[in-house]
């Protein structure tokens, strides 16, 4: 979002909180780029503010009001004792809205958790664990919502074949005269069609569940005295969806020795540990709350997330970066190619990943 926060538009969205710019402390909180998020302390109350990006969410009352259900949900759980996690707290405004609309904008006000920290990435296997367990724990207390009640944030957000038509309709049109120079990915991509008619298949069976679809470890809150997770955060892309998308893009955030951008993919290699970590983490969490084709869909699910991804990045730098925001003109090409990398490193351990996810199976 480009438009700059002011003091004076921060004083009128805080007025709406019981608060003032001069009567509090605010700082940037987080790294995210979509929302803006803001800490706002002051003697009487802490609380983060954010302002939602409508050009990414054009529907800004579906994300709060999604969230709103997904935390009512899981303190209702907590309360059954059936969620051991806690829920992040939407704040009513003076008017007793959770969304306040200021000058066009949409804002809302969460609680504050204290003495916690996010990680960045996955230094241990114990973390690979807890991360996995904490999303399956997420899902498998949210297995007996109604996930057609969520509104869908992002249509076609982990539909592969959409995805696809998106590249090729980028190849036709070719806007930043680039498909020279990566025609060789292009034949790659339209070469995984078996794997995508699999993946088509396999998703015409599985059950809707109320699936996170950005499962990183950064969108976890841990307790700094346990230094364990307390709570899952970041709902605004949740609704209804397949576990395989949530457990791949844990694998794909976690089980590659190199980062998301690096370019030197010749030496990147799968942690097998991590993944067997996160496999283990996930379906044990789950207990009986997912199914035996649930568990085959993850073997599917670890390598889809990095291929479509690939596929989006590659797709955004025919289409000249209007989506993902670049360091520079080959950014995108050089992430399609590490996550084309890393979707070819898990094919070639097909055996492997179907050994650890079978074994797990046969424990439940």
């Not at 074949?161 to 806007?175: S, T």
């Amino acid at each position: 979002m480009t438009e700059e926060i002011t003091d004076n538009i921060l004083n009128g969205v805080l007025e709406f909180y019981h608060c003032h710019v001069d009567a509090c402390q605010i700082s940037r909180l987080g790294n995210g780029h979509i929302n803006d998020t803001f800490l706002v302390k002051s003697s009487a109350q802490n609380f983060v503010l954010q302002r939602i990006n409508a050009e990414v969410f054009p529907d800004p009352m579906a994300v709060i009001n999604n969230a709103e259900l997904i935390n009512q949900h899981l303190a209702n759980a907590r309360q059954q004792g059936r969620y051991p996690l806690s829920s992040m707290k939407q704040r009513a405004n003076i008017n007793n809205e959770l969304a306040t609309l200021y000058q066009g904008q949409y804002w809302r006000a969460v609680d504050y958790v204290d003495n916690c920290f996010t990680l960045e990435s996955v230094s241990n296997l114990e973390q690979a664990k807890q991360v996995a367990s904490s999303f399956a724990q997420f899902s498998a207390a949210m297995s007996n919502f109604p996930a057609e009640k969520l509104a869908e944030i992002i249509p076609n957000f982990h539909n592969i074949g959409f995805r696809m038509l998106q590249l090729n309709e980028a190849i036709k049109q070719d806007k930043a005269k680039r498909l020279a120079s990566c025609e060789s990915w292009v034949s790659f991509c339209h070469n995984q069609q078996r794997f995508i008619d699999e993946v088509t298949r396999i998703t015409l069976k599985l059950p809707l569940n109320v699936t996170h679809n950005d499962t990183k470890i950064n969108n976890l809150l841990f307790d700094k005295s346990t230094e364990r997770p307390i709570t899952v955060i970041d709902l605004d892309t949740c609704m209804s969806g397949y576990l395989m998308h949530d457990f791949g893009d844990m694998v794909r955030t976690c089980c590659s020795t190199l980062a998301e951008d690096a370019t030197n993919v010749d030496e990147m290699a799968l942690k097998k540990e991590v993944f067997a970590a996160l496999a283990q983490g996930y379906i044990d969490s789950f207990g009986e709350n997912i199914s035996t084709l649930e568990k085959q869909s993850l073997i599917i699910g670890a390598k889809l997330l990095p291929f479509m991804i690939g596929v989006r990045f590659l797709t955004d730098y025919l289409d000249g970066d209007n989506y993902f925001s670049i360091k520079h003109p080959q950014h995108n090409l050089e992430r399609a190619i590490n996550q084309f990398t890393l979707y070819q490193l898990l094919c070639q351990n097909h055996d492997f990943i179907t050994a650890t996810i079978t074994n797990l199976n046969s424990d439940h």
